[in-house]
């Protein structure tokens, strides 16, 4: 792949001062090579489109953790997309640097899959760079035995409990919500002649109609329930109100080592190919099914 990168720096723009700048002098002092937006996005550019690219050619991502990034959505969507890299192909992809060690807390509660991850604190960029070239294998050579970190491991399991599940839970649902309206919006600005309806019957209950000149043609509910309130139920159809019915009932699951979504009605309406699916995963399977409203 051309202009391959070491590594992906994800970062608050408040942040660029204090670690930013003098990460970057380092790694180039150690001829690593990164991605960052300030050097990679011009005027005119799509942002998204150009982040993508960024942490497609990145080996790893560097994610700089500090109040700013945490407080702020763009890097936090930055991160998860990470995430969902690492999943998707089992590889170490995520280094986390924590500005300091009180922020490890509260980022295991915004992203509970990270929580078994090494972090490093910051010190000095020289210390990051001299991590990063283990983790590289660009580090120094002693006794003719070169200091290579990139030595498989077995996967460790650890202990998942259920407030680790709610949290996923709440944020999994937000996240299919806000990829819902984002897809409709879009659906709305590219055909005139549809329209759409997006109601929030309350904060766990949310419904989505599209009309075509006026006439519904679909619609469909998305709520918490099922089990307990432990789930995401689907219903697309003609909506009542009754939420005794649905299409799909999403558990949450895990596999020892992550937490994700389980489809137990997708092996009669849909091929669902993967057992455990992610947030995004899961969206993209509900708003494909929602789609085919307008295709017929």
Known sequence: ????????????????????????????????????????????????????????????????????????????????????????????????????????????????????????????????????????????????????????????????TQRDKDIFLRKAYRSIVDYFKAGLNRIRQQYPEIEIDMEIVDNRTHEFRIYSLGERIGECRIWIGGYGGSGICYYEGQLGYSKNSYNELLIVDTDGRQLGLKATMGSVFEDVKKELMTADETAIYLWSRFMKCLQK
Request: charged fraction near 25%.
């Open 1 to 160: 792949m051309p202009n391959k990168r070491d590594v992906f720096l994800c970062h608050a723009s408040e942040d660029k001062p204090t670690y930013l700048r003098p990460l970057i002098k380092a790694l180039d002092k150690a001829g690593i090579t990164y991605w960052y937006d300030e050097a990679e996005i011009t005027w005119g550019d799509s942002i998204t489109q150009k982040v993508n690219y960024g942490l497609t050619i990145s080996r790893y991502v560097i994610v700089l953790i500090s109040e700013s990034f945490l407080s702020k959505n763009w890097p936090k969507r930055e991160l998860n997309a990470a995430l969902n890299l690492e999943a998707a192909s089992g590889e170490i992809r995520v280094l986390p640097i924590l500005a300091n060690s009180s922020l490890r807390r509260k980022l295991e509660e915004d992203f509970p899959l990270i929580s078994d991850k090494l972090y490093l604190i910051w010190d000095n960029p020289d210390h990051v760079v001299a991590e990063l070239q283990k983790r590289l294998g660009k580090g120094t050579i002693s006794n003719g035995v070169s200091h290579i970190q990139d030595i498989p491991l077995p996967q460790i399991h650890r202990k998942i």
